[in-house]
């Protein structure tokens, strides 16, 4: 973490009710090291923690507002301080249009940090955007949130941040097998039913077998209808899951299920992962049945 190209250090913040939470839910989504709240003069503190030790995250993403004292005043005197380390933080503003800003707070009902009883909530927003100006000025990204939603907030980060990325897809997936008389995952986004695949269960020479074993492998795929239907369904799962990643999407679980959950649903769960990792995706596997009767 020598420099801010080989662990970012990115700053989140602008005016209140602009979506400062929802962007640090997505830099989170997307593993960066999120933390909310933090004085901008500790900001060179947790940076050095950090060095040699950003293995599991991206980055690292502080949101910062006026509920930090002196905060407009201390950040231009870390940013000193981060540079002579090398550390050269991004920062994004949040805005939205006043009436917007007025709406989210109606609807939340919590108070404005500058709010009191000389400070009604349009003036206390309007203060707020006088006092961040000279931060606004400074930022790397000004995102006005009026009209977004959470999707088009993502998509924006990512287009911003996508070096971060490159060579590996953002999409995590989740590849689940599971036997159909045990119960169907409620977390799947896909359910796909591989009843129709030859079954290893009748041939008592296979039984005690699992789909992981190449023996069951062989069997369920080696030959129509199994070696057909996964060529197709890898094909399909080439072509939609960018489309799903360009939607801003971040997770998506795939369920494959057969009756008992333990041969042809876990063959097929194996040559899904495999596939996924070497295109380059973030995946996980898990057998939900495979030990189950």
């Known amino acids: 973490m020598e420099s801010a190209d080989s662990f970012p250090v990115i700053v989140v913040s602008g005016l209140s009710g602009a979506g400062k939470s929802t962007v640090l839910k997505v830099f989170e989504d997307l593993r960066f090291f999120?933390?909310?709240?933090?004085?901008?003069?500790?900001?060179?503190?947790?940076?050095?923690?950090?060095?040699?030790?950003?293995?599991?995250?991206?980055?690292?993403?502080?949101?910062?507002?006026?509920?930090?004292?002196?905060?407009?005043?201390?950040?231009?005197?870390?940013?000193?301080?981060?540079?002579?380390?090398?550390?050269?933080?991004?920062?994004?503003?949040?805005?939205?249009?006043?009436?917007?800003?007025?709406?989210?707070?109606?609807?939340?009902?919590?108070?404005?940090?500058?709010e009191s009883k000389k400070l009604g909530l349009e003036q206390a927003l309007e203060e707020e955007k006088i006092i961040l100006e000279p931060l606004r000025m400074a930022a790397d990204l000004v995102i006005d949130t009026t009209t977004y939603s959470i999707h088009d907030l993502r998509r924006r980060i990512q287009e911003k941040?996508?070096?971060?990325?490159?060579?590996?897809?953002?999409?995590?997936?989740?590849?689940?097998?599971?036997?159909?008389?045990?119960?169907?995952?409620?977390?799947?986004?896909?359910?796909?039913?591989?009843?129709?695949?030859?079954?290893?269960?009748?041939?008592?020479k296979l039984r005690l077998f699992s789909g992981r074993d190449k023996a069951i492998s062989d069997y369920v795929l080696g030959s129509e209808p199994g070696s057909v239907f996964i060529e197709k369904y890898l094909d399909f799962l080439q072509y939609i899951l960018p489309l799903y990643e360009e939607e801003g999407r971040y997770r998506l679980t795939i369920a494959v299920g057969c009756t008992g959950g333990r041969h042809r649903s876990?063959?097929?769960?194996?040559?899904?992962?495999?596939?996924?990792?070497?295109?380059?995706?973030?995946?996980?596997?898990?057998?939900?049945?495979?030990?189950?009767?």
């Not at 933390?35 to 500790?42: E, F, I, K």
């Not at 036997?179 to 039913?193: I, L």
């Not at 063959?267 to 009767?293: M, Q």
């Open 34 to 114: 999120c933390v909310d709240g933090l004085p901008a003069s500790m900001l060179a503190r947790l940076v050095e923690l950090f060095k040699g030790k950003d293995e599991n995250y991206r980055g690292l993403v502080l949101g910062m507002d006026l509920r930090q004292q002196d905060f407009v005043d201390d950040w231009q005197s870390t940013c000193t301080k981060l540079g002579s380390s090398g550390v050269c933080p991004s920062l994004i503003f949040l805005e939205a249009r006043l009436p917007e800003l007025v709406r989210r707070y109606a609807t939340t009902r919590r108070p404005h940090p500058l």
């Open 161 to 204: 941040w996508s070096e971060l990325t490159e060579g590996a897809s953002g999409l995590r997936v989740n590849v689940i097998s599971f036997g159909f008389k045990h119960d169907v995952p409620t977390e799947a986004d896909m359910v796909m039913d591989l009843r129709f695949l030859p079954n290893p269960y009748f041939d008592e």
């Open 266 to 293: 876990v063959a097929v769960a194996e040559r899904i992962f495999a596939t996924l990792k070497n295109s380059g995706y973030s995946a996980n596997l898990e057998h939900k049945h495979i030990n189950l009767k």
